[in-house]
């Protein structure tokens, strides 16, 4: 009973930023993510008899404490589903990914550990179950279950039986590049569950964003659909920009940006005022994705490389769904 899943990691363009459920990771508004080919997970999961508990291999090294319980409880919905409570798993995943650094490696973490475990114990999901299954792990790891653009629904059911991922658009569809600028590699100082928690119950700027994202969603899918660059990198910076300033209004007060964020931010206002279209967007954490079109990438890539404080600049393009190796 052994499988292995690969699963890619998305950038979202419509932020996902506050539960109304914790313990299901219910949302409190839709997303949208584009999957990016350059970040992945890889993991396989074997299920045994004779174990006692799971085991959890991250890059070859042995995961304790509360990264374990978030996969051993995974786990347990899955033996759930299959009826098999009392089998436990060994589970080795490959991160290709900075962990916990704002470039969601628990989206394709979960995506690919959701896949391979449910095709090691003999469950058959499609797309649509597995999404609603892989959102119990991690919310956003939901979208990463397709390929290409793929929106979130929020649902309404209390019991989340209406919210998942569905696809918006093949990867096929738009060659829209993304640069993921990276700054830090370090652990950010609030996760991105507590930081959702402080700023939904604390920050009065909450309700505005919520009342935003109808709108932003609505443009936003027209722009991919006609392919319209301008207007969807701008919708998704500024959709950016909005979620941020939820943080800075919550009590007590944070911001996931360093100094070298707002940098490269300024740095991406001046390419477009140089004619280069580009638009930046950022998760919770301190690193920096910018949109470009293939055209620029050249330019692109030399510009970010040359900014203070930039360590790295990797290139993505739009990335496929799960796959089964």
């Given at each position: 009973?052994?499988?292995t899943?690969?699963?890619?990691?998305n950038?979202?363009?419509?932020?996902?930023?506050?539960?109304?459920?914790?313990?299901?990771?219910?949302?409190?508004?839709s997303?949208?993510?584009?999957?990016?080919?350059?970040?992945?997970?890889?993991?396989?999961?074997?299920?045994q008899?004779?174990?006692?508990?799971?085991?959890?291999?991250?890059?070859?090294q042995?995961?304790?404490?509360?990264?374990?319980?978030?996969?051993?409880?995974?786990?347990?919905l899955?033996?759930?589903?299959?009826?098999?409570?009392q089998?436990?798993?060994?589970?080795?995943?490959i991160?290709?990914?900075?962990?916990?650094?704002?470039f969601?490696?628990?989206?394709?973490?979960?995506?690919?550990?959701?896949?391979?475990?449910?095709?090691?114990?003999g469950?058959?999901?499609?797309?649509?179950?597995?999404?609603?299954?892989?959102?119990?792990?991690?919310?956003?790891?939901?979208?990463?279950?397709?390929?290409g653009?793929?929106?979130?629904?929020m649902?309404?059911?209390?019991?989340?039986s209406?919210?998942?991922?569905?696809?918006?658009?093949?990867?096929?569809?738009w060659?829209?590049?993304?640069?993921?600028?990276?700054?830090?590699?370090?652990?950010?100082?609030?996760?991105?569950?507590?930081?959702?928690k402080?700023?939904?119950?604390?920050?009065?700027f909450?309700s505005?964003?919520?009342?935003?994202?109808?709108?932003?969603?609505?443009?936003?899918?027209e722009?991919?659909?006609?392919?319209?660059?301008?207007?969807?990198?701008?919708?998704?910076?500024?959709?950016?920009?909005?979620?941020?300033?939820?943080?800075?209004a919550?009590?007590?007060?944070?911001?996931?940006w360093?100094?070298?964020?707002?940098?490269?931010?300024?740095?991406?206002?001046?390419?477009?005022?140089?004619?280069i279209?580009?638009?930046?967007?950022?998760?919770?954490?301190?690193?920096?994705?910018?949109?470009?079109?293939?055209?620029?990438?050249?330019?692109?890539?030399?510009?970010?490389?040359?900014i203070?404080?930039?360590?790295?600049?990797?290139?993505?393009k739009?990335?496929?769904?799960?796959?089964?190796?």
């Amino acid at each position: 009973m052994k499988a292995t899943a690969k699963a890619h990691t998305n950038i979202a363009l419509i932020k996902y930023w506050g539960k109304r459920d914790e313990r299901l990771i219910l949302p409190t508004n839709s997303s949208l993510s584009l999957t990016l080919d350059g970040f992945s997970t890889t993991t396989t999961v074997a299920f045994q008899e004779g174990l006692s508990e799971d085991q959890f291999m991250l890059d070859n090294q042995l995961v304790e404490g509360e990264a374990f319980r978030r996969v051993t409880k995974f786990l347990d919905l899955i033996r759930q589903l299959a009826g098999k409570e009392q089998l436990y798993a060994k589970v080795n995943s490959i991160n290709d990914v900075p962990t916990a650094a704002g470039f969601a490696s628990s989206a394709s973490g979960f995506a690919a550990l959701a896949a391979a475990g449910t095709k090691a114990i003999g469950l058959d999901l499609d797309d649509q179950a597995l999404s609603r299954l892989t959102r119990q792990g991690s919310g956003s790891a939901c979208r990463s279950i397709y390929g290409g653009f793929a929106e979130w629904e929020m649902g309404e059911q209390a019991d989340g039986s209406d919210s998942f991922a569905v696809p918006i658009a093949p990867a096929r569809h738009w060659d829209v590049r993304v640069a993921a600028v990276v700054l830090s590699s370090t652990m950010k100082k609030v996760s991105s569950r507590a930081g959702m928690k402080r700023t939904v119950e604390t920050s009065p700027f909450y309700s505005g964003w919520i009342d935003s994202i109808p709108n932003d969603l609505k443009q936003i899918k027209e722009a991919i659909e006609g392919k319209d660059f301008e207007k969807a990198g701008s919708i998704a910076e500024a959709n950016c920009l909005k979620m941020h300033a939820t943080t800075l209004a919550a009590n007590p007060p944070f911001t996931y940006w360093h100094d070298t964020t707002m940098r490269v931010m300024h740095a991406i206002q001046d390419m477009r005022a140089d004619g280069i279209p580009a638009y930046f967007t950022i998760d919770a954490g301190p690193n920096v994705k910018v949109l470009y079109l293939p055209e620029d990438e050249a330019r692109v890539k030399q510009r970010l490389s040359e900014i203070s404080g930039v360590s790295g600049v990797i290139l993505s393009k739009p990335g496929q769904g799960i796959s089964y190796l």
